[in-house]
C-alpha cells in the first residue's frame, strides 16, 4: 500500500472483522485476478464463474476491465503510465472489496507481472487468486470481437498488448486455463474448484 499524500491520515479497523464476514456470507473474501490478451475470453468467463458462485449463494461481483475505462479510470489512456496506473487504481479497488468480504472477478489484461504481483503484495495469504486465460494470440486474433486487432494491424491502435506492447505472462498462476482445450463452462469450473479445495469457497 503506496503513503497517502496528506498527513493526520489513519487506517480505521471497525468493529466487524474478516471471521465475522466470513461467517455472515459463508466464504472468504478474495480476489480471482483473470489476466490473459485482448479477446483471450477473459471477461466472459469472469462473468459465467461470477454467475456460478451467485447461484451457490456467494458474494460476488465482477470488475471489467471496460466498465471500469468507463468511469474510475476514464481519464486514462493505454500508454505504459497508464497502464500501471489504471491496474493499481483497480487493485485497491478490489482489496476493498475483497475486504469486504466479496469475491471480486477482475477481467483485466494487465500485462505487466509487476503491476500484477504488487496488487498480490496488497492481499492476505491465499487471498489473491491469478488466473491465467491462456489463449494463443492467433485465436485471440481470429475472435477479434471488437474488432481491436484489425485497427491495430492497420495503425489505427497503437500501444496494442500482444502486437506492439508486451504481454508478460503468469510465471505461476494459481489456476491455468488452457482456453484452447475448454468450453466457457469447463473454465469456470476449474475456477470453482480451486476456489473449493483452497476452502475460499464453502459448500453449496
Given at each position: 500500500m503506496?503513503?497517502p499524500?496528506?498527513?493526520?491520515?489513519?487506517?480505521?479497523?471497525?468493529?466487524?472483522?474478516k471471521?465475522a464476514r466470513t461467517?455472515?456470507?459463508?466464504?472468504?473474501?478474495?480476489v480471482l485476478?483473470f489476466?490473459g490478451?485482448?479477446?483471450?475470453?477473459?471477461?466472459?468467463?469472469g462473468h459465467r464463474?461470477e454467475?456460478?458462485?451467485?447461484?451457490?449463494?456467494?458474494?460476488?461481483?465482477?470488475?471489467?476491465g471496460?466498465?471500469?475505462?468507463?468511469?474510475?479510470n476514464s481519464?486514462?489512456?493505454f500508454?505504459?503510465?497508464?497502464r500501471?496506473e489504471n491496474?493499481?487504481r483497480i487493485?485497491?479497488?478490489?482489496r476493498?472489496?475483497?475486504?469486504?468480504?466479496?469475491?471480486?472477478?477482475?477481467?483485466f489484461?494487465?500485462?505487466?507481472r509487476?503491476?500484477?504481483?504488487?496488487?498480490?503484495?496488497?492481499m492476505?495469504?491465499?487471498?489473491?487468486?491469478?488466473?491465467?486465460?491462456?489463449t494463443p494470440l492467433?485465436?485471440?486474433e481470429?475472435r477479434?470481437?471488437k474488432?481491436l486487432?484489425?485497427?491495430a494491424r492497420?495503425g489505427e491502435?497503437s500501444n496494442?498488448t500482444?502486437l506492439d506492447?508486451p504481454?508478460?505472462a503468469?510465471?505461476?498462476p494459481?489456476v491455468h486455463?488452457?482456453?484452447a482445450?475448454l468450453?466457457i463452462?469447463?473454465?469456470?469450473a476449474?475456477v470453482?474448484?480451486?476456489?473449493?479445495?483452497?476452502?475460499?469457497l464453502?459448500?453449496?
Amino acid at each position: 500500500m503506496s503513503a497517502p499524500k496528506g498527513e493526520n491520515l489513519t487506517w480505521h479497523v471497525g468493529e466487524v472483522d474478516k471471521t465475522a464476514r466470513t461467517a455472515a456470507h459463508g466464504h472468504r473474501g478474495a480476489v480471482l485476478w483473470f489476466t490473459g490478451l485482448s479477446g483471450s475470453g477473459k471477461s466472459t468467463i469472469g462473468h459465467r464463474v461470477e454467475r456460478m458462485l451467485i447461484e451457490r449463494g456467494a458474494f460476488a461481483y465482477v470488475l471489467d476491465g471496460d466498465n471500469i475505462r468507463h468511469g474510475l479510470n476514464s481519464d486514462l489512456g493505454f500508454a505504459p503510465e497508464d497502464r500501471v496506473e489504471n491496474i493499481r487504481r483497480i487493485g485497491e479497488v478490489a482489496r476493498l472489496f475483497a475486504d469486504a468480504g466479496a469475491l471480486v472477478v477482475s477481467a483485466f489484461i494487465s500485462p505487466y507481472r509487476k503491476d500484477r504481483d504488487r496488487i498480490r503484495g496488497l492481499m492476505g495469504e491465499g487471498e489473491f487468486v491469478e488466473v491465467f486465460v491462456d489463449t494463443p494470440l492467433e485465436v485471440c486474433e481470429a475472435r477479434d470481437p471488437k474488432g481491436l486487432y484489425k485497427k491495430a494491424r492497420a495503425g489505427e491502435i497503437s500501444n496494442f498488448t500482444g502486437l506492439d506492447a508486451p504481454y508478460e505472462a503468469p510465471e505461476r498462476p494459481e489456476v491455468h486455463l488452457l482456453t484452447a482445450d475448454l468450453s466457457i463452462d469447463e473454465a469456470a469450473a476449474q475456477v470453482i474448484r480451486y476456489l473449493e479445495q483452497q476452502n475460499i469457497l464453502g459448500e453449496s
